[in-house]
């Protein structure tokens, strides 16, 4: 039980990032960083990686999708991961049987389905966008003279979330598919959470990132980098 308290007392410090890798050696790659929490997949959950992430103070969470909740608290257990996000819906009896396993969890769902009012240590949502210019199925960017090209921006998104609680919020968003991303694309999504007088941000790959790697973002409204304490 105090664990788990003690777990939910240093959310708010988290900085997460999406990480695709077992080996205990990629750990090496967050030397020097704020990255001090991993989002790993079924694939690369192990025991060996968990013992040797806290070792660095390092948290670990399972990431869950809308059906992969089999056994789910006791692969949690047999991982040694500090606790669970769960990115989509998620029936109320599991909501339920992780909470009584006292299983840290971290619910990312639709937009629309946020509990403002719930008593969780994070308010987030997997549903965000990645930041920049939308392109047409031709890969260009169409403008005319009574419409510009469209943005895709979490920016309102967030300053809703920020005027509605005080609680660490999440959003979780991929690079668009099938692209190699430079590094200098992937800033407009580090700095978009921060000019929202939001947090933390952090990738878990230089650049330029390939397609399938994955960003997760943050903020909090303590545990800022100092760029971001402007409010």
Known sequence: MWLALLLVAGVADWVPARWISSDPASLDLLAATPVNCLLLERPHWSAAFSRAAAARGIATLGVVGAGETAALAESIRTAQLDGVVLEGEFPSPLLR???????????LPPRVRIRLDADTPVVGTAQAVWPGINAQDDGHAKAAPSGAPWID????FLRFLRSATRRPVWIANRP??????????VV??????RRRATCKSSA????????GSSLSMTTSPSACWSASRKR
């Open 176 to 185: 668009p598919p099938n692209a190699l991303i430079p590094g200098m694309d």
């Open 97 to 107: 049987a992780l909470s009584d396993a006292k299983i840290l969890t971290i619910e």
């Open 204 to 211: 878990t790959r230089p650049s330029p990132a390939p397609a």
């Open 188 to 193: 407009p999504s580090l700095r978009e959470p």
């Open 153 to 156: 921006t979490n920016s309102g």
